[in-house]
């Protein structure tokens, strides 16, 4: 463990990320998780849907047919890499998490928060990491509910990704050799992650935790199969590409201090 984590005001803390799919956690903010559960915080990681409509890179991998059930698993695996205390998946449906059960997600939301009173919560922006439906359906839900929680409210953080990040991780796949040149993130195209997203508030430090965020994303095999450049990249060039997340207070009334704004080395945007 880095030794800059351990005096950090986190101790006995939880922090709340809520997320779409499997697979989110990782990619969105894998290193803050990390570096957040180092620091003695309790994080627990919620999981809108179990990802059954989500690509398989193998079938092999999912021999009864059961995507769902085995994306479960793989986070539950990842969570473990990143130190994350508990994992809580909820049953909406995968694909069409902005329209449906939209009064039982909120609740669901709104009652999680009361029962961990949470020193911060993580989702995603408005865009949704690359205008995804899911991600900003829970983007949504996520606000909605912290938004009813009035004067009693934790801080809300909004994660958004570098633009052109993804690009460089593709072209650092390529020049291996390896990857393979139709190579994409589930077919969304490189340029997309990121692209329109508001400008950070701030951004936080997690070269020293890179390693471990990639090797969390290694373990949704069913979707970070040979084609995807996670696959190639190694460790230094994830400490280069995948060193650097950030994030958005959002704009809301609430109780606690600025949390995440703790950790590290915060250079906020200009």
């Known amino acids: 463990m880095p030794e800059a984590s351990a005096a950090l005001p986190f101790a006995g803390r939880t922090v709340l990320g809520i997320f779409a799919h499997p697979d989110d956690e990782s990619l969105a903010c894998g290193g803050t998780l990390a570096r957040l559960a180092d620091a003695g915080a309790h994080v627990v990681v919620v999981c ?3 990802g059954e409509a989500g690509s398989i890179s193998d079938p092999a991998l999912v021999p009864d047919g059961d995507l769902g059930r085995v994306r479960v698993r793989e986070l539950r695996d990842a969570a473990a890499v990143l130190g994350v205390a508990e994992v809580i998946v909820l ?3 995968d694909g069409d998490l902005r329209w449906e059960h ?27 990491l690359y205008w995804h439906l899911d991600h900003i359906g829970v983007h949504e839900r996520t606000y909605t ?14 994660v958004t990704m570098q633009p052109g990040v993804m690009r460089e991780v593709v072209e650092a796949a390529h020049a291996k050799g390896g990857a393979p040149p139709d190579s994409s993130f589930w077919g969304i195209a490189p340029d997309a992650f990121g692209d329109g997203a508001n400008p950070p508030t701030f951004v936080i430090d997690v070269r020293d935790w890179a390693a471990r965020k990639l090797a969390a994303l290694r373990c949704h095999r069913t979707q970070m199969g040979p084609n995807n450049p996670m696959a190639w990249i190694d460790e ?8 650097v997340e950030q994030f958005q207070r959002a704009p809301i009334d609430a109780t606690g201090d600025a949390v995440l704004e703790h950790l590290g080395e915060i250079t906020h945007a200009d």
């Open 236 to 243: 230094d060039e994830a400490r280069r590409w995948l060193g």
């Open 48 to 50: 809108a849907s179990h």
């Open 91 to 93: 049953d909406h449906p």
């Open 102 to 128: 939209v009064p039982e997600l909120h609740a669901e939301i709104v009652a999680l928060i009361e029962r961990y009173r949470p020193a911060a919560v993580i989702t995603f922006a408005e865009d949704g």
């Open 145 to 158: 509910a912290v938004l009813s929680l009035g004067a009693a409210a934790p801080p809300l953080y909004y």
